[in-house]
């Protein structure tokens, strides 16, 4: 089998499952782009199996510390594991993201599933070339009514594929209704603004309803309305859903009909609103789409951050509350935590942390591949003004 000879010091030796084209001493063979190869060290020792492409900054992902294949078998048991895994935990896996790419070990594969209908993403060539044995694989374990092939994501670009929505078994679902935390959502996993809802905010939607009750609620970046759903339905006094995407705020308007619950939906950008707003609001909550999707972007990601989080914090007075949240792996918690405290000073507030946040379990993190724990968030109170 061909491959790759790593060189010392490669982050691979301290438990990382990637490998950099900066990180290689040596290739062997004559590996293909989308080819499971063997990794090995300096010293011809084996490392493991990886899937290999030279188109991308990760030349290689390793998915197993032997010799393995991906072969039917290798599919069916690395699936049926990742079930089990939340089955164990308790999780609705009628309503979860039932593989989680590496934390899965099974790189560039994500499967979420909603109720009798599968969306998939293969992000990595080695998974897309694959994708009828992951086809064959999901039906057999899970006899699902149709397989949405999602895979309209930015990250294809990176290992060279283009993007794409088509069918992978079945017909084409159309919208349908999934119901989460005792709410209902319309979606649709073919022409939807994206593979359905945030399968790793469904924690932090109840936990935010949770301090609901009786506050006057402002949820940025609503997207289909799953903080403010929860919000209302928990006794908010009233709830104003903020988004920029036309499309998102009409999917709002419609699960809160669904739901028979009164929000007000604005399409604008939540920057601006923001800066123009009023000090209205007991409970501002701020979930963005990513601002960086690498680390070149990273200041600049940062001083957008910092300015939303000082536009609501003035927004808010004693007592107010504010969640925030990250979904950047770029973005470690640490800088998150003080680009809010930063903020804070700016305001002239004082903050008292209330509760952190994380994505939930059905998105598993590798303790060593940090990438893999992505979300992050923070609720905090305004204690004082300076």
């Not at 989680?100 to 109720?115: F, K, N, Q």
């Not at 952190?356 to 598993?364: I, M, N, T």
Request: glycine content about 6%; proline content about 5%; overall charge neutral.
């Amino acid at each position: 089998m061909a491959g790759l000879i790593i060189a010392p010091r490669a982050r691979i030796f301290h438990g990382h499952e990637w490998v950099y084209a900066t990180e290689i001493k040596k290739t062997f063979g004559d590996p293909q782009p989308g080819d499971v190869i063997t990794l090995k060290d300096f010293r011809d020792r084996p490392l493991g199996s990886a899937i290999f492409n030279p188109l991308s900054q990760i030349i290689a992902r390793r998915f197993s510390r032997r010799r393995q294949d991906l072969d039917p078998d290798f599919f069916s048991r690395r699936i049926r594991q990742a079930i089990d895994h939340r089955q164990r935990l308790g999780i609705d896996t009628s309503l979860c993201r039932l593989v989680w790419s590496e934390s899965d070990g099974i790189p560039g594969l994500i499967v979420d599933r909603y109720g009798a209908h599968l969306s998939v993403q293969t992000l990595t060539l080695a998974m897309d070339l694959r994708k009828e044995l992951i086809r064959d694989a999901l039906i057999a374990l899970l006899a699902p009514q149709s397989i949405v092939l999602r895979n309209d994501s930015p990250f294809r670009k990176a290992e060279g594929m283009e993007p794409g929505i088509e069918m992978l078994h079945g017909q084409n679902p159309g919208p349908f209704v999934v119901r989460s935390n005792d709410l209902d959502f319309e979606i649709d996993l073919f022409d939807g603004q994206k593979t359905g809802l945030y399968l790793d905010q469904l924690e932090s939607h109840a936990a935010i309803a949770n301090l609901a009750p009786g506050k006057r609620v402002l949820d940025c970046f609503t997207n289909q309305g799953g903080f403010a759903l929860a919000c209302a339905k928990a006794g908010a006094t009233r709830v104003t859903a903020i988004d920029v995407s036309a499309s998102a705020c009409a999917a709002a308007r419609h699960n809160a009909q669904l739901n028979g619950l009164d929000i007000t939906v604005l399409e604008h950008n939540v920057f601006d609103f923001l800066k123009h707003a009023q000090p209205e609001y007991d409970l501002i909550i701020l979930d963005p789409p990513s601002f960086t999707r690498n680390k070149k972007t990273l200041v600049d990601a940062m001083r957008g951050y910092k300015e939303i989080h000082l536009r609501a914090l003035k927004l808010l007075d004693k007592g107010g509350v504010l969640s925030t949240f990250c979904c950047s792996h770029h973005t470690s918690r640490g800088i998150f935590l003080d680009n809010l405290a930063d903020a804070s000073v700016d305001a002239k507030k004082s903050l008292r942390l209330v509760a952190e946040h994380r994505q939930r379990a059905d998105h598993p993190v590798l303790v060593t591949l940090p990438e893999t724990g992505y979300l992050k968030g923070f609720t905090v109170e305004v204690v004082a003004t300076r």
